[in-house]
């Protein structure tokens, strides 16, 4: 063997050393990142349970490909657009009122009590 076969053989060597480590390295922090994952997801579970529930079936939906449907598709576009609504219309009133201090509600029309007897 030639030294420059010996040298391409250690270099290769120590490639591979260092892919295990890499390698090594990224399981260990996937690893972690699924942990704090689950701690959060069991958190939230115990903190909001419907929410939770509804996070899961709304996934599973999607992913069995719910969303294929014109239906679905119609009603997301509603959802969606009343989502919006909600949302400019809070973002008006925060303009309109920057105090903070929401709009006054409309004052219920006035019934004369003429022509009623005691």
Not at 25 to 35: D, I, P
Not at 56 to 74: D, E, K, P, Q
Not at 79 to 92: E, Q, R, S, Y
């Amino acid at each position: 063997m030639t030294t420059s076969t010996l040298d391409t053989n250690g270099e290769l060597l120590k490639a591979g050393v260092d892919a295990k480590d890499s390698a090594v390295r990224l399981f260990q922090s996937v690893k972690h990142a699924s942990s704090l994952a689950q701690a959060v997801a069991k958190k939230q579970l115990e903190k909001r349970p419907y929410v939770a529930l509804s996070a899961a079936a709304g996934a599973g939906f999607v992913l069995a490909g719910g969303l294929a449907s014109s239906i679905t598709r119609g009603l997301v576009r509603t959802g969606t657009k009343l989502a919006a609504a909600a949302v400019v219309g809070k973002v008006i009133d925060a303009i309109a009122h920057p105090d903070g201090e929401p709009a006054a509600a409309p004052a219920p029309p006035q019934t004369s009590n003429e022509g009623e007897k005691p």
